[in-house]
């Protein structure tokens, strides 16, 4: 006897109109918060846990109804399918539609997002080596600098592979090649250091990682405690706890005041940086929580130039966020029904019909890379 066919699920109303409401929130949260105009990191965060929480409900729903495709039920008309149907197909719009929306406002959570998108979970830096070039005169600029080093090092006659010159603080410059071992023929080149400079490797930092949601009322020392017994005391022997605690510490804190969870910034050694990332998660206590390395890129909204914020800005007035032009801040912008134009790489000169701070700049993916290449993702 043939087995009757199992009527297909009914998915109650309640529960779709308790998806569509949970969704329709997301989204007002989304739209408050983007209107601000000025996103910092916690802004960032919100939209991006916000936006995926929204994806998932949408997914939720879309596959639920999407089942309906499969059935044979004769108590649903021609019509009553077809717009079923039609929801499946606007759902499904509609959540490609947050993936772009995401990923345009947080930006490739500053190249980690675009890196996993290539199937990477982690961030991999470009194999750039880097030599630091100072003045032996302490009142001499870093533009005096770089012109007397562009006199006297010949990167042809070198064989040198320069990747760039840039100015840094403190009337030195840095200059990035493929390898070390031409960082190597820098150090040993007599034309500089006979010409009243010294030269060395830049000192790099520590990389960040952010362990996402982690109960508010943890102190730090029971959270550093936690991620060293729980993940970290089996895999790395040679690690004692003394040793994890004194290359470890808590950066900032980020997340909604007066939550039960937050995202704990901690700057951590390369070898357990990577200990803790390739593992996508890190327990704390009764919780698992998502870990990421935290690559965000300081930009200013006074200049809106990067590796710095406004507080800290020397520039005496406003850069426009949206028009790019000066006197002004975005808030106060007049031209805000016109296209914007960056003003990070108006400032350059470059081509800047695109959004500042937008994350196909040229100028914020330029920040990004230098951003990663002055870590010590390898360092113990």
């Not at 729980?230 to 997340?255: R, V």
């Not at 901690?266 to 940086?273: D, L, N, T």
């Not at 800290?312 to 850069?319: A, G």
Request: charged content about 30%.
């Amino acid at each position: 006897m043939q087995q009757e066919e199992e009527p297909p699920k009914v998915i109650p109303t309640s529960d779709i109109q308790t998806w569509l409401k949970k969704i329709e929130l997301n989204l007002q949260d989304v739209c408050s918060t983007s209107a601000e105009g000025k996103l910092n990191t916690d802004q960032k965060i919100k939209i991006n846990n916000m936006c995926r929480s929204v994806g998932h409900l949408a997914s939720q729903m879309a596959i639920e109804y999407q089942s309906l495709k499969k059935s044979r039920n004769p108590s649903i008309s021609g019509q009553a399918h077809q717009e079923k149907m039609d929801l499946v197909q606007r759902i499904q719009d509609l959540k490609q539609s947050i993936e772009e929306s995401r990923r345009q406002v947080t930006g490739p959570a500053s190249f980690a997002d675009a890196l996993r998108n290539n199937g990477t979970r982690y961030v991999q830096p470009s194999n750039v080596s880097s030599v630091a070039i100072y003045p032996v005169d302490k009142l001499k600029s870093s533009e005096e600098t770089k012109s007397l080093v562009q006199k006297i090092i010949r990167p042809d006659e070198m064989k040198l592979h320069v990747r760039g010159l840039r100015k840094i603080k403190n009337g030195g410059v840095v200059i990035s090649t493929d390898s070390k071992e031409d960082v190597i023929k820098l150090k040993q080149s007599e034309q500089l250091t006979t010409s009243g400079l010294t030269v060395d490797e830049p000192q790099k930092r520590k990389p960040r990682i952010v362990v996402i949601g982690v109960p508010a009322d943890m102190q730090e020392p029971e959270v550093l405690k936690c991620i060293y017994h729980q993940n970290l005391a089996d895999k790395l022997q040679d690690w004692s706890l003394e040793k994890f605690m004194a290359s470890t510490k808590l950066s900032h804190k980020s997340g909604k005041k007066d939550a039960e969870t937050c995202n704990d910034i901690i700057e951590v050694s390369g070898v357990i940086r990577k200990a803790l990332i390739t593992n996508d998660r890190v327990f704390v206590n009764w919780s698992s929580c998502p870990v990421r390395d935290f690559s965000l890129v300081t930009r200013c909204f006074k200049c809106q130039l990067y590796n710095h914020a406004a507080k800290t800005c020397k520039m005496d007035i406003n850069i426009c966020g949206h028009c790019g032009e000066a006197g002004h801040s975005f808030k106060e912008c007049t031209k805000k029904d016109e296209a914007p134009k960056c003003a990070t790489c108006s400032h350059y000169k470059k081509q800047c019909n695109h959004q500042t701070g937008d994350a196909a700049c040229p100028a914020r993916q330029m920040a990004e890379k230098r951003y990663l290449n002055s870590i010590d993702y390898e360092g113990a």
